[in-house]
């Protein structure tokens, strides 16, 4: 994907572009990965390959609706994981937002040629525009209920672009945290899931709900494995979870590793009872092989 994408970069350069772009925007640039190359656990090459990917096509594709995607950033990569939206689909709309110089709203979608009022239908909802012009364009709203939202607004005494404003914007929520929704269906002609779904993307108007992880800790101080001494206490993130323990970064290039030994004070007879992948925890260096360039820790704490 990167030769396809930079093929007159080195791939040294290639690979400085990748990293950059998993620190802005981590989902965007690790969907380009090819499964093979993910590094989902030791015995990864005993499982059917073919299923792997399938496996992991339906969690992206989970996340990628879940979170949302900005239809004048996102890459071929990235769309083709909408609902609805095949590779080829992926690929016109990219052409058509160079050409047009982006999309001002999601109506627009359905001038690419190829996107039929089904696909529009399905992918509508999780497609993402920032600007003025289609101010619901930035909450999962879909297109199909933009009346409904308008008229909801209305009678509160709003507007649509009210939610750009952060002080309207604040009276809206508190509006909203007030009023009853079962009053509001039969007026609205829609269900309560759909009113409430609404309701709650009117609050938080381009809300990422990645904005509530934590972020790994690291310390600014350590940078490379020689910045590390034995004894000292770090936090890091679980990055895989093997039968004879877990490696955890800790903010350096090398992956440091728990052994299954030193994960509890307690006898553990399988890690994945202890962590998971993704788990933030605290641990000690208990020996550094520079030669080796490996790094052992301990939760033994």
């Known amino acids: 994907m990167g030769k396809k994408e930079f093929p007159d970069l080195d791939v040294v350069f290639r690979g400085a572009v990748s990293i950059a772009r998993r620190l802005q925007d981590p989902l965007a640039e690790l969907v380009k990965i090819n499964p093979r190359h993910i590094g989902v656990g030791l015995y990864q090459h005993d499982i059917n390959t073919k299923n792997l990917e399938r496996s992991l096509k339906n969690v992206v594709e989970s996340v990628v609706n879940y979170v949302g995607v900005n239809l004048n950033t996102a890459s071929n990569s990235l769309l083709k994981y909408v609902a609805g939206i095949s590779s080829n689909n992926a690929e016109k709309i990219v052409e058509y937002r160079k050409q047009n110089k982006g999309f001002v709203s999601r109506k627009e979608l359905k001038e690419v040629y190829g996107i039929g009022p089904k696909t529009y239908q399905q992918a509508a909802g999780f497609l993402r525009i920032f600007n003025k012009k289609d101010p619901l364009a930035r909450t999962p709203i879909h297109p199909e209920t933009y009346e409904q939202t308008k008229k909801l607004l209305n009678n509160l005494g709003y507007k649509v672009k009210d939610i750009l404003k952060k002080d309207k914007l604040k009276e809206i929520k508190n509006t909203l945290n007030k009023l009853e929704l079962k009053n509001k269906v039969k007026d609205l002609?829609?269900?309560?899931?759909?009113?409430?779904?609404?309701?709650?993307?009117?609050?938080?108007?381009?809300?990422?709900?990645?904005?509530?992880?934590?972020?790994?800790?690291?310390?600014?101080?350590?940078?490379?494995?020689?910045?590390?001494?034995?004894?000292?206490?770090?936090?890091?993130?679980?990055?895989?979870?093997?039968?004879?323990?877990?490696?955890?970064?800790?903010?350096?290039?090398?992956?440091?590793?728990?052994?299954?030994?030193?994960?509890?004070?307690?006898?553990?007879?399988?890690?994945?009872?202890?962590?998971?992948?993704?788990?933030e925890i605290k641990i000690k260096v208990i020996d550094i092989d520079l030669k080796r360039k490996r790094i052992s820790l301990s939760r033994r704490i």
């Not at 993307?201 to 992880?213: A, F, I």
């Not at 800790?250 to 994960?263: M, Q, R, T, Y």
Request: no cysteine; proline share 5%.
């Open 189 to 279: 002609k829609i269900g309560l899931p759909t009113l409430q779904d609404i309701v709650n993307s009117l609050k938080k108007p381009g809300h990422d709900p990645r904005e509530k992880l934590s972020e790994p800790v690291f310390r600014e101080d350590i940078l490379k494995i020689e910045d590390l001494g034995e004894g000292m206490v770090l936090k890091g993130t679980v990055r895989n979870v093997v039968d004879f323990g877990a490696f955890v970064d800790i903010g350096v290039k090398e992956d440091g590793l728990v052994h299954i030994s030193e994960l509890s004070h307690d006898y553990v007879e399988n890690p994945l009872e202890i962590v998971q992948v993704g788990d």
